[in-house]
């Protein structure tokens, strides 16, 4: 829907048609293409570079504001977009441009010369290229998939390396024992280059741990080396030398307590007393659409709005994410009760119980739906996943239909939490260019 206005489609669409859309865990092809552009990566200016299961996303946003508060110079990118490729590529806070674009694809398809390659890691090198034409005081990068062997993983020595909390997703390629995902989000831990790891399973933080130690990485663990925390409203971060008292972070949920920790941990380990409290409460700014964000307009977000209810979008999509929505929701109901309401489309692919399993303490009413995937499941497989865990499910067509079916419950107005993953989240921000990310 609305593919004729998402301006960058025709571009990537271009790129769909040339290079298979497998995702390829090696760098070599990667190495070899940056090599032939004369290795913009080396230029591009010091690097964070940030893998994990969960909150990946959020600690680049977070590392973006704090940077930018500092008035760095700052690159970033990120996966996936939720309605326009441009979203990935951010070049000193501006998203990449058109006609930028345009010629970063032709320039790089040329370089390439029909050599194999997929697409993923054009779009890992497209990005490059355009941040290595501007270099920038720190450049985010966000590991695509995995970590040891994703397209991204050609730094050398990067400035910090950040692993986000490591759980099941993605178990065909990276699992599926959780020591195996483990591995593979080390992967990006680079000889005596400090890493920043975030409250780990045991058996997760001990093969990253490993992987510090055999290359004289310096580790600071989340809860031993740094710890963050709430206190009155506000976010108190413990580093090594020096105590935070910062701002509330501005995406909600205690998950993101952690997440903006990581992110200030990281930058005190890049810049140390070069970035300031000041800056770091650049935390607060944050944007990061699609994580508990709040819909009051377009065709999703104003009938909410009309009947009183509250409306939410989150991207969680596997069981850890659940567990963070979930515990997100009981805050919210303790501070205003309401009937909840889940709406849930996800892929095939994941773990549609796990998830199910991990929301069920909620008591919320069940709503499933899909949306534009050959992979996605069917709204009745869904609505089957959730009652083979003990609750009830009602399916509906589309997200719209499962938004009336909520709305027209009788009583209060309704907490309403739209899930099952960012492809989802997407395709309901797309409804309307007022909720399109910029």
């Known amino acids: 829907m609305y593919d004729e206005i998402r301006a960058f489609d025709a571009l990537i669409a271009r790129l769909r048609e040339q290079f298979p859309s497998l995702i390829d865990l090696s760098t070599g092809r990667v190495e070899r293409l940056l090599e032939q552009l004369g290795r913009p990566q080396d230029r591009m200016g010091p690097v964070i570079h940030v893998a994990g299961t969960n909150g990946k996303g959020s600690t680049c946003a977070f590392l973006r504001a704090i940077g930018e508060a500092a ?69 985010v990068i ?33 699992g599926p024992e959780l020591t195996k995902i483990a591995w593979e989000k080390a992967g990006i831990i680079k000889a005596g280059r400090p890493a920043i790891v975030a409250r780990q399973r045991p058996e ?17 663990m989340m809860g031993r080396e740094i710890d963050a925390w709430e206190e009155r409203g506000r976010l108190v971060v413990q580093t090594p030398d020096r105590l935070l008292d910062l701002p509330a972070p501005s995406l909600g949920g205690r998950h993101q307590v952690e997440n903006a920790g990581l992110a200030v941990a990281a930058a005190v380990r890049f810049a140390g007393e070069r970035i300031d409290d000041q800056a770091m409460a650049g935390i ?4 990061w659409p699609a994580r508990f964000q709040r819909l009051t307009t377009g065709p999703i977000g104003a009938p909410a709005k009309a009947r009183g209810a509250e409306l939410w979008l989150d991207g969680a999509h596997n ?30 692919r994941k773990d549609p119980q796990g998830f199910f399993q991990a929301v069920a303490a909620l008591g919320a009413r069940i709503i499933t739906t899909t949306f534009e995937s050959a992979t996605a499941m069917t709204p009745a497989a869904l609505a ?20 009336d079916l909520a709305l027209a419950a009788k009583g209060p107005a ?18 309307s260019p007022e909720t399109w990310p910029t």
């Open 71 to 139: 008035g760095l110079r700052v690159h970033v990118l990120t996966s996936p977009h939720l309605v326009r490729f441009a979203e990935r590529i951010r070049i000193a806070g501006t998203l990449v441009s058109e006609p930028e674009l345009r010629e970063l694809i032709d320039q790089v398809i040329a370089v390439n010369a029909g050599q194999e390659i997929s697409f993923n890691e054009m779009l890992t090198v497209i990005a490059f290229e355009a941040f290595g034409r501007q270099p920038a005081d720190l450049c």
């Open 284 to 287: 607060s700014n944050a944007v």
């Open 414 to 431: 309704p907490r309403i939490i739209i899930c099952g993953g960012l492809h989802f989240a997407g395709e309901v921000l797309a409804l």
């Open 319 to 348: 069981p850890h994410g659940a567990l963070a929505l979930a515990e997100t929701a009981q805050r919210m109901a303790a501070r205003d009760p309401r009937p909840l309401t889940l709406i849930v489309a996800m892929y095939g």
């Open 142 to 174: 966000e590991v695509g998939l995995g970590g040891r062997f994703d397209s991204s993983n050609v730094f050398p020595a990067p400035a910090v390396s950040v692993i986000t909390p490591v759980d099941y997703d993605h178990l065909e390629m990276l």
């Open 384 to 403: 089957d996943a959730a009652v083979e865990v003990g609750l009830q499910a009602e399916p509906a067509e589309d997200v719209q239909a499962a938004l």
């Open 204 to 220: 997760a933080a001990q093969v990253i741990e490993a992987e510090a130690e055999a290359l004289s990485a310096p580790v600071w």
